[in-house]
C-alpha cells in the first residue's frame, strides 16, 4: 500500500493498543510516522522498529498529555525530524473508572488535560503546519453516545468535548483544505480493555455483532480518513463500535 506515501504523521498515545495500531497502519499505508508514548518505552521503540522495517521513518517522544509544553514540543519535534507533518491523530488517553463521589479534583484535572486540553494544544499546534489536505483526527469512545453503566461520568464528559473540538477545527480548517473528524471506538480488545477481561461479557452483550474489535479496525478507519477516501469528511463523528450504539 502507498496512498499515504510522502506524508507524515504524529500519533499521541502510540507504544501500544489502539494507538499502536493505527501507527502500524498508516506506515503500512506509506506514511512516515512519529508517536508519543508516557512510560512503555520498549513498546513504543518495539513500535519504532516494526514501522523501519516497513521502510519508513519512524521514531518515538516521550511525552506526557497532562503537559502543555510536551504535548507542543511533540508537534515541533515530529516536524524538525521528519520534515512536515500531515496527519495528528489525537489518541492518547487514560480511563477514570469509579463511583461519581470517588472522582477527585487531581483526577478531574488530569483527565480533562489528557483528553482536551492535550488534544486542542496538539490540533492548535499542527495547525501551524498543515496545509492543503492535512488531517486532525481525534479518537472518542462509543461511551459519549451511550453511557448504559455507571462509573464513566467523568470519561465519558472528557471525550465529549472532542466532538465540539472536531466540529470547531472542521470550520476553522476547512478553508485551508484542512479535514477534522473524530471516531468512535467500541470495545476493543487491548491490554487496558481485554476481551477476556473480568468486565468483557457485559460490554459484549451491548454489541450487535457480538464480539469485540481489534485494533486494526480503528486504524483501517483512521487510514482511510487519512487517505484520498477522506478529502471530502470533515466534522464527522463516525463510530466503529460493532453496533454498541445502534
Not at 129 to 137: D, V
Not at 186 to 202: H, V, Y
Not at 210 to 234: K, P, Q
Request: proline content about 4%; hydrophobic content about 45%.
Amino acid at each position: 500500500m502507498s496512498g499515504l506515501m510522502g506524508r507524515v504523521a504524529l500519533v499521541t498515545g502510540g507504544s501500544r493498543g489502539i494507538g499502536a495500531a493505527i501507527a502500524r497502519r498508516l506506515a503500512l499505508e506509506g506514511a512516515d510516522v512519529a508517536l508519543t508514548y508516557v512510560s512503555a518505552a520498549e513498546k513504543a521503540h518495539a513500535v519504532v522498529r516494526d514501522i523501519q522495517a516497513l521502510g519508513r521513518r519512524a521514531f518515538a517522544i516521550a511525552a506526557d498529555g497532562a503537559s502543555p509544553e510536551a504535548t507542543q514540543r511533540a508537534v515541533e519535534v515530529t516536524v524538525a525530524e521528519l520534515g512536515r507533518l500531515d496527519i495528528l491523530v489525537n489518541n492518547a488517553g487514560i480511563f477514570p473508572y469509579g463511583p461519581l463521589e470517588s472522582v477527585t479534583l487531581e483526577e478531574l484535572e488530569r483527565t480533562l488535560a489528557v483528553h482536551v486540553k492535550a488534544s486542542f494544544i496538539a490540533s492548535q499546534a499542527a495547525a501551524r503546519h498543515l496545509g492543503q489536505g492535512g488531517r486532525i483526527i481525534n479518537i472518542g469512545t462509543c461511551l459519549v453516545d451511550r453511557v448504559p453503566h455507571s462509573g464513566v461520568t467523568l470519561y465519558s464528559m472528557s471525550k465529549a468535548a472532542l466532538t465540539g473540538l472536531t466540529k470547531g477545527l472542521a470550520r476553522d480548517l476547512g478553508p485551508r483544505g484542512i479535514t477534522a473528524n473524530i471516531v468512535h471506538p467500541g470495545p476493543i480488545d487491548t491490554d487496558m480493555n481485554p476481551a477476556d477481561g473480568p468486565g468483557a461479557d457485559p460490554q459484549r452483550a451491548l454489541l450487535a455483532l457480538g464480539h469485540y474489535g481489534e485494533g486494526e479496525d480503528i486504524a483501517s478507519a483512521v487510514a482511510w480518513l487519512s487517505g484520498e477516501g477522506g478529502r471530502f469528511v470533515t466534522g464527522a463523528s463516525i463510530a466503529v463500535d460493532g453496533g454498541y450504539t445502534a
